[in-house]
């Protein structure tokens, strides 16, 4: 008797599971159904909410929409969408974003806090919609996730993703849980070069950086002759690499046009233009960190790393006193500070070499 009700109970439950199950599926088999159409009905809502945070998006098109089988995430093919991240000027909509594959995804039930995965995604900026401190304009191939946003507001949630992608490219710094990785396209010398930006994980914060590798054809590619702790600091630097590349090649430029015949006033002439050039863009901090790890290059004699340690400090000092960068040439050939040849540094005394 207890083996027959046994039974029973057991029958029963798989009825019941049996019916979930399929009431489940139903409820999945009609959310799927209904799930493009609705979005495509919310978008004029969602667009509507994300202009007055600075995001504009129009001729929004995607290919496929997919629902979890556990109805706690979505999953959008081929996205397409016209954007302007500067809703309020009377350029509109130039820009394109694409995307192969964009997920939602619900983490936190109860709080409706999740995240969201993007992958092949590609993305070409106006000249109208490209922030002054982003020295590019497409990325290829990328990949970005984003974690612990409000998806239950998506305005918030929006802003959010907006908040975070602007400290990762214009501070370089941005706290919580952020990924990104793909290239970028740098226009050299007119020519597009291909580099891989991807960010690297402090503790609690992500910072982007460049692939040495890359970097290192690029500056190969202009003629550039930069040791290792160069290529890192560029790498370091990737909001910063494309005028710290232009900058290196000015200087060396101008060296060789106005010093062609002499090695070492070219020698001072592109130290001091070098230093002069990257402080005026990126503070004396900066550039002294750049210039001093020039002269980790082997070989250098002691007078010789001196006399550039010195004279990448005059650079710094003629920003500090105004000096216009197209008196530099005679300033470098006239001025008694400047040292023009590693034998002067014998000369100069300790007291007067700076560093």
């Given at each position: 008797?207890?083996?027959?009700?046994?039974?029973?109970?057991?029958?029963?439950?798989?009825?019941?599971l049996?019916?979930v199950?399929?009431?489940?599926?139903?409820?999945?088999?009609?959310?799927?159904?209904?799930?493009?159409?609705?979005?495509?009905?919310?978008?004029?809502?969602?667009?509507?909410?994300?202009?007055?945070?600075?995001?504009?998006?129009?001729?929004?098109?995607?290919?496929?929409l997919r629902?979890?089988?556990?109805?706690?995430?979505?999953?959008?093919?081929?996205?397409?969408?016209?954007?302007?991240?500067?809703?309020?000027?009377?350029?509109?909509?130039?820009?394109?974003?694409?995307?192969?594959?964009?997920?939602?995804?619900?983490?936190?039930?109860?709080?409706?806090?999740?995240?969201?995965?993007a992958?092949?995604?590609?993305?070409?900026?106006?000249?109208s919609?490209r922030?002054?401190?982003?020295?590019?304009?497409?990325f290829?191939?990328?990949?970005?996730?984003?974690?612990?946003?409000?998806?239950?507001?998506?305005?918030?949630?929006?802003?959010?993703?907006?908040?975070?992608?602007?400290?990762?490219?214009?501070?370089?710094?941005?706290v919580?849980?952020?990924a990104?990785?793909?290239?970028?396209?740098?226009?050299?010398?007119?020519?597009?070069?291909?580099?891989?930006?991807?960010?690297?994980?402090?503790?609690?914060t992500?910072?982007?950086?460049f692939r040495?590798d890359?970097?290192?054809?690029?500056a190969?590619?202009?003629?550039?002759d930069l040791?290792p702790?160069?290529?890192?600091?560029?790498s370091?630097?990737?909001?910063?690499?494309?005028?710290?590349?232009?900058?290196?090649?000015?200087?060396?430029?101008?060296?060789?046009?106005y010093?062609?015949?002499?090695v070492?006033?070219?020698?001072?002439?592109?130290?001091?233009?070098w230093?002069?050039?990257?402080?005026?863009?990126?503070?004396?901090?900066?550039?002294?960190?750049v210039?001093?790890?020039?002269?980790?290059?082997p070989?250098?004699?002691?007078?010789?790393?001196?006399?550039?340690?010195?004279?990448?400090?005059?650079g710094?000092?003629?920003?500090?006193?105004?000096?216009?960068?197209?008196?530099?040439p005679?300033?470098?050939?006239?001025d008694?500070d400047?040292i023009?040849?590693?034998d002067?540094?014998?000369?100069?005394?300790?007291?007067?070499?700076?560093?």
């Amino acid at each position: 008797m207890h083996r027959q009700s046994s039974k029973v109970h057991t029958h029963r439950l798989l009825i019941l599971l049996l019916l979930v199950g399929s009431l489940w599926a139903l409820v999945w088999i009609l959310t799927s159904a209904l799930a493009p159409s609705l979005a495509r009905e919310a978008l004029p809502r969602l667009q509507a909410r994300l202009e007055p945070i600075g995001i504009g998006l129009s001729d929004v098109a995607f290919s496929g929409l997919r629902i979890s089988p556990w109805l706690n995430g979505l999953e959008l093919s081929d996205l397409e969408a016209r954007l302007d991240l500067n809703p309020r000027d009377r350029i509109q909509l130039r820009s394109q974003l694409d995307i192969a594959t964009l997920e939602v995804r619900l983490t936190h039930p109860f709080s409706l806090r999740g995240a969201i995965q993007a992958t092949g995604v590609e993305v070409r900026l106006d000249s109208s919609d490209r922030p002054p401190q982003l020295p590019f304009d497409r990325f290829t191939n990328v990949r970005l996730a984003i974690g612990d946003l409000p998806l239950g507001d998506p305005r918030q949630a929006a802003n959010t993703i907006r908040e975070k992608l602007k400290a990762l490219f214009f501070e370089n710094h941005a706290v919580g849980e952020v990924a990104f990785s793909g290239d970028v396209i740098l226009v050299i010398d007119g020519v597009d070069r291909v580099a891989t930006l991807y960010t690297e994980r402090a503790g609690e914060t992500f910072k982007l950086r460049f692939r040495e590798d890359d970097i290192r054809a690029i500056a190969q590619a202009k003629g550039l002759d930069l040791v290792p702790e160069q290529i890192e600091i560029v790498s370091l630097y990737p909001l910063r690499a494309p005028v710290l590349l232009m900058l290196t090649d000015q200087a060396r430029t101008l060296a060789t046009q106005y010093a062609p015949d002499d090695v070492w006033l070219q020698d001072a002439m592109r130290h001091v233009i070098w230093s002069f050039l990257l402080t005026r863009a990126f503070g004396p901090t900066f550039a002294t960190t750049v210039t001093d790890a020039q002269e980790l290059r082997p070989g250098n004699t002691p007078d010789e790393r001196a006399m550039d340690y010195h004279n990448n400090a005059i650079g710094r000092r003629f920003v500090a006193e105004n000096v216009p960068l197209a008196a530099l040439p005679n300033r470098v050939r006239s001025d008694p500070d400047v040292i023009r040849h590693p034998d002067e540094v014998e000369h100069f005394g300790a007291d007067r070499l700076l560093r």
